[in-house]
């Protein structure tokens, strides 16, 4: 399952990088993919300690909803920067393909 998720980013990025004329900035596309990866996981590390709170008792549901909210938000933002370096490569190919078939 994983990798044919990391074989459809490439695809998306070798689609992306072909279809937009000229190379590409890659360290702008990888800020942007951070900063996207950053914001998400806050927002569904809120979300988790919010319904770590909510389901449990108060002492219990505080320190388990903000250790697993951490944790989440942490392997999120990982997983969006590998996610992102994935799309980068697919769209380096593109670029590359680009230059092979346009000249």
């Known amino acids: 399952m994983a990798f044919s998720l ?11 990088g072909f279809s937009k004329k000229g190379t590409e900035d890659y360290f702008h596309i990888l800020l942007k993919g951070l900063k996207i990866g950053l914001v998400l996981g806050l927002i569904l590390g809120l979300i988790s300690f919010l319904i770590g709170g909510l389901s449990g008792g108060i002492e219990s549901a505080i320190a388990g909803g903000l250790i697993g909210g951490f ?13 992102t370096v994935e799309f980068i490569i697919g769209v380096l190919i593109g670029d590359i393909i680009e230059k092979v078939l346009r000249n």
């Open 6 to 16: 990391t074989i459809i980013i490439i695809l998306i990025g070798i689609s992306y």
């Open 71 to 83: 944790t989440g938000s942490i392997v999120f933002i990982v997983i969006m920067g590998i996610v």
